[in-house]
């Protein structure tokens, strides 16, 4: 079993939350804000990566799990998700009731706060979740990709996320 805490430096405080059983998964945690209904809630993202011999090929197995921070509820809450599975999760940052985070190469998450719903959006590009140069950021209350090609023209550059239904 895992233990997973979350910690208030305004405060001092730590809650320490219900045990999660990993059975040897990776453990990616992220904390998000609604502020509309006023409501902490984690994220947990529970993943493994095994070969299958057979095929030589990977298998992934995932599990998401979600926690409210609230006096009422103490239990974790298995959600499913639509899509492809990812092998790897990358940074987080929460805008506007939602947590977004890289996966793989080519794609970001949505967590959906209120919802409980993960969608996932094409990256601009020239983002790579799994590079040094490429992060997610909030400008102006809007998911913002910010990347920096370092080997051919020294660019920065920052996308902006307008539409997150249209992707655009």
């Not at 011999?53 to 799990?65: F, M």
């Not at 239990?75 to 940052?93: Q, T, V």
Request: contains cysteine; charged residues 25%.
């Amino acid at each position: 079993m895992s233990r997973i805490a979350v910690f208030n430096p305004t405060t001092g405080g730590l809650v320490v939350l219900p045990h999660v059983k990993a059975n040897g998964r990776d453990i990616y945690t992220r904390l998000g804000y609604d502020p509309v209904d006023d409501q902490y809630k984690i994220l947990c993202v529970m993943m493994f990566l095994k070969c299958d011999d057979g095929h030589r090929q990977y298998v992934i197995e995932q599990e998401h799990l979600v926690l409210s921070l609230t006096s009422h509820s103490s239990s974790w809450r298995k959600i499913e998700i639509s899509g492809d599975a990812y092998s790897y999760l990358e940074g987080g940052i929460c805008i506007n009731s939602a947590i977004y985070y890289g996966v793989g190469h080519t794609k970001i998450a949505r967590f959906n706060i209120r919802s409980e719903k993960i969608m996932f959006i094409q990256a601009p590009e020239d983002y790579n979740a799994i590079s040094c140069y490429s992060t997610l950021t909030n400008y102006k209350g809007k998911l913002a990709c910010v990347s920096y090609d370092s080997y051919c023209e020294s660019k920065l550059r920052v996308w902006i996320l307008h539409d997150v239904e249209k992707e655009e």
